[in-house]
């Protein structure tokens, strides 16, 4: 079975402009979850979707949004690039929506300069 | 502030059972307790979750006692290939899931 997917896998911005992060769940999930990894750290929450609404929201401006479609895909959108949001991206998929059992995808790298 | 505490780094030896203790103060009522392993280049990959007492699956085990503060996670008889960062988390509700830093575990011959 194919797991998480996301894209693109790497991506290079310049400061100011928008980003658009896809990611695909494994067949079956229907919570989506994404999260911000930057280098050296864990992952930080930013959003979670469930049957495509907001079931919460990590501590992260308003630059930062997401929708979940009804194939249970989901988009991260990111306005404004700073240099400071570059990042591992991470989207994460899970059955219930219980906040555990969350499976991981590669990742797409975000690069602003 | 709920913050969850691991060590950075641990060395062990192929073979040998590695114990990694996470806490985690103020662990909420809801909130499960879940281990990661992360690969360079790579999204972290789930190893085990568990409540309370112990789990064991095919990998590890999860230690958490009774009063949810901190928990272990035990990877017996380690190899080379387990050489990686290992993430403990906690979560529940609206805030999702909170990492620790993680912890780099070398593993050597």
């Known amino acids: 079975d194919a797991g998480v997917t996301q894209s693109p896998t790497h991506l290079i911005k310049t400061r100011g402009q928008h980003v658009t992060l896809r990611c695909s769940p494994i067949s079956g999930h229907k919570s989506v979850s994404w999260y911000q990894q930057v280098l050296g750290q864990g992952p930080q929450f930013i959003f979670q979707y469930y049957e495509k609404e907001e079931r919460g929201r990590g501590n992260f401006p308003d630059r930062f949004s997401a929708r979940q479609f009804p194939n249970y895909s989901s988009e991260l959108n990111v306005n404004a690039l700073l240099l400071g949001d570059s990042a591992l991206y991470l989207c994460?998929?899970?059955?219930?929506?219980?906040?555990?059992?969350?499976?991981f995808g590669p990742g797409t790298r975000l690069t602003v300069t | 502030l709920a913050k969850t505490t691991q060590p950075i780094s641990m060395d062990s030896y192929e073979g040998q059972e590695v114990n990694i203790t996470c806490s985690h103060n103020?662990?909420?009522?809801?909130?499960?307790i879940t281990w990661y392993q992360q690969f360079p280049s790579q999204g972290p990959r789930f190893i085990i979750q568990?409540?309370?007492t112990k789990v064991t699956n095919e990998v590890a085990s999860l230690f958490i006692p009774a009063d949810r503060k901190s928990s272990t996670l035990s990877l017996p008889r380690v190899s080379l290939s387990d050489t990686a960062v290992y993430y403990c988390?906690?979560?529940?509700?609206?805030?999702?899931?909170?990492f620790g830093k993680g912890t780099h575990l070398i593993i050597q011959p």
């Open positions: 103020n662990i909420a009522t809801n909130d499960y």
């Open positions: 568990g409540y309370k």
């Open positions: 994460a998929s899970s059955q219930s929506g219980r906040w555990g059992e969350q499976y």
């Open positions: 988390s906690r979560g529940g509700g609206a805030d999702g899931l909170t």
